[in-house]
C-alpha cells in the first residue's frame, strides 16, 4: 500500500505548522483536510496559512471552490485522492492534515457515498426519529448494527447517521468493506491541555478580529455570499449573522466564535479518541513527533 502521512486533532492544536514541518523534511506537499478551507476568499475565519507559506510548502485542497458553491465529503474524497495519487506518483510521501474527521476517514477507508437504492419513505421517517430521540440513541441503534460503520460517524451528523442507518435497514449491509485502511498510514495526533487549548482558541480568534475578520465577511457578503449558504455555515462566519441584522455588538460576535471554537474543539476530540490508530502527542512534543516521523519515513 502507499504510505501516507496524517495529521488530525482539535483546533489550534499546531496542527498545519506540525504539517509544514514534516512536509519540509520529507520534501513533499500539504493536502487539507479542513470542510472550511476549500472556499475561496474565506482566509481569516478558516486560519489558513500566509501565502508566502503556501507557496514555499504546496498545499492541496485549499481555494477549491468558491464560496457560492456546495461542497460534498464525496467531492473531497475524489479530488484529495487524486492529489494523493499525483505526489506518490512524484514518489513523495503525501501530508494529510485537518480536523474534519469525516474527511480523514474518506481518505483512509474505502467509505462510498453513492446515493444509490435510497429510501424516501425509510429516510423520512430515520430523520423523524433522530429529531425525536436524539442523535446518541440513533447512533447507538446504528452501532448495535455496524458498529465498524458506527465508529466512523459522529453521533451528531444527522446526515451520515441516517444514510448509514438506511443502508443497513434496506439493503442489509454490514459495512464490513469499510474495516481495511485504503493506505500504509502513519496517524499522528496533536493535543494540548484543556486549558492551554482553550486560551489558544481565544487568542486565535483575537487575532482573527484583528487581522481583519469582519471586513473579509462584508467583502463576501458584498461579493454575493449570503448566510444561507454551505460556507457561511463555518464557525467563523455564521455569528456575524446577528451582528449583520443589528440585534448583536461585535463583541457578542467575537465571544460567541470563542464559545463554539472551544465546543467544535471538544467534539473534534471525541471523534478521534475512538479511533485506537492514532500516535497522539502534545502539542509541546512536535520534535518527538516529527523524529516519529523520521524514523517511519527516511531510516
Same mark, same amino acid.
Given at each position: 500500500?502507499?504510505?501516507?502521512?496524517?495529521?488530525?486533532?482539535?483546533?489550534?492544536?499546531?496542527?498545519?505548522?506540525?504539517?509544514?514541518?514534516?512536509?519540509?523534511?520529507?520534501?513533499?506537499?500539504?493536502?487539507? $483536510?479542513?470542510?472550511?478551507?476549500?472556499?475561496?476568499?474565506?482566509?481569516?475565519?478558516?486560519?489558513?496559512?500566509?501565502?508566502?507559506?503556501?507557496? /514555499?510548502?504546496?498545499?492541496?485542497?485549499?481555494? &477549491?471552490?468558491?464560496?457560492?458553491?456546495?461542497?460534498?465529503?464525496?467531492?473531497?474524497?475524489?479530488?484529495?485522492?487524486?492529489? =494523493?495519487?499525483?505526489?506518490?506518483?512524484?514518489?513523495? #510521501? !503525501?501530508?494529510?492534515?485537518?480536523?474534519?474527521?469525516?474527511?480523514?476517514?474518506?481518505?483512509?477507508?474505502?467509505?462510498?457515498?453513492?446515493?444509490?437504492?435510497?429510501?424516501?419513505?425509510?429516510?423520512?421517517?430515520?430523520?423523524?426519529?433522530? @429529531?425525536?430521540?436524539?442523535?446518541?440513541?440513533?447512533?447507538? /441503534?446504528?452501532?448495535?448494527?455496524?458498529?465498524?460503520?458506527?465508529?466512523?460517524?459522529?453521533?451528531?451528523?444527522?446526515?451520515?447517521?441516517?444514510?448509514?442507518?438506511? =443502508?443497513?435497514?434496506?439493503?442489509?449491509?454490514?459495512?464490513?468493506?469499510?474495516?481495511?485502511?485504503?493506505?500504509? $498510514?502513519? #496517524?499522528?495526533?496533536?493535543?494540548?491541555?484543556?486549558?492551554?487549548?482553550?486560551?489558544? #482558541?481565544?487568542?486565535?480568534?483575537?487575532?482573527?478580529? @484583528?487581522?481583519?475578520?469582519?471586513? &473579509?465577511?462584508?467583502?463576501?457578503?458584498?461579493?454575493?455570499?449570503?448566510?444561507?449558504?454551505?460556507?457561511?455555515?463555518? =464557525?467563523?462566519?455564521?455569528?456575524?449573522? !446577528?451582528?449583520?441584522?443589528?440585534?448583536?455588538?461585535?463583541?457578542?460576535?467575537?465571544?460567541?466564535?470563542?464559545?463554539?471554537?472551544?465546543?467544535? $474543539?471538544?467534539?473534534?476530540?471525541?471523534?478521534?479518541?475512538?479511533?485506537?490508530? #492514532?500516535?497522539?502527542?502534545?502539542?509541546?512534543?512536535?520534535?518527538?513527533?516529527?523524529?516519529?516521523?523520521?524514523?517511519?519515513?527516511?531510516?
Amino acid at each position: 500500500m502507499d504510505k501516507v502521512l496524517f495529521i488530525v486533532g482539535p483546533t489550534a492544536s499546531g496542527k498545519s505548522a506540525f504539517a509544514i514541518k514534516a512536509a519540509r523534511v520529507l520534501d513533499s506537499a500539504v493536502i487539507s $483536510a479542513d470542510s472550511m478551507q476549500v472556499y475561496k476568499g474565506m482566509d481569516i475565519g478558516t486560519a489558513k496559512e500566509s501565502p508566502q507559506t503556501m507557496r /514555499e510548502i504546496k498545499h492541496y485542497m485549499i481555494d &477549491e471552490v468558491d464560496p457560492s458553491a456546495e461542497f460534498s465529503v464525496a467531492a473531497y474524497q475524489e479530488a484529495a485522492l487524486g492529489y =494523493i495519487s499525483k505526489l506518490v506518483a512524484q514518489n513523495k #510521501i !503525501p501530508v494529510v492534515c485537518g480536523g474534519t474527521g469525516l474527511y480523514i476517514n474518506s481518505l483512509l477507508y474505502p467509505l462510498s457515498f453513492s446515493d444509490t437504492n435510497k429510501n424516501q419513505a425509510l429516510r423520512a421517517e430515520l430523520n423523524l426519529r433522530y @429529531d425525536a430521540e436524539g442523535g446518541l440513541k440513533m447512533w447507538e /441503534e446504528l452501532h448495535s448494527l455496524d458498529s465498524g460503520r458506527a465508529e466512523k460517524i459522529h453521533f451528531n451528523d444527522k446526515k451520515r447517521v441516517v444514510r448509514a442507518l438506511e =443502508i443497513c435497514l434496506a439493503d442489509g449491509k454490514n459495512g464490513n468493506d469499510f474495516q481495511s485502511q485504503r493506505f500504509d $498510514a502513519l #496517524i499522528i495526533g496533536l493535543n494540548a491541555p484543556r486549558d492551554v487549548l482553550y486560551d489558544r #482558541i481565544n487568542r486565535r480568534v483575537d487575532l482573527m478580529f @484583528d487581522n481583519g475578520l469582519e471586513s &473579509e465577511v462584508k467583502n463576501l457578503i458584498a461579493s454575493g455570499c449570503n448566510f444561507e449558504m454551505q460556507s457561511f455555515q463555518a =464557525i467563523g462566519y455564521k455569528e456575524f449573522r !446577528p451582528y449583520f441584522e443589528g440585534t448583536v455588538g461585535l463583541e457578542e460576535v467575537k465571544e460567541s466564535i470563542k464559545k463554539n471554537t472551544r465546543n467544535y $474543539a471538544k467534539r473534534q476530540l471525541t471523534w478521534f479518541r475512538r479511533q485506537d490508530n #492514532i500516535l497522539w502527542f502534545d502539542s509541546d512534543e512536535t520534535d518527538k513527533a516529527l523524529e516519529t516521523v523520521m524514523k517511519t519515513y527516511l531510516e
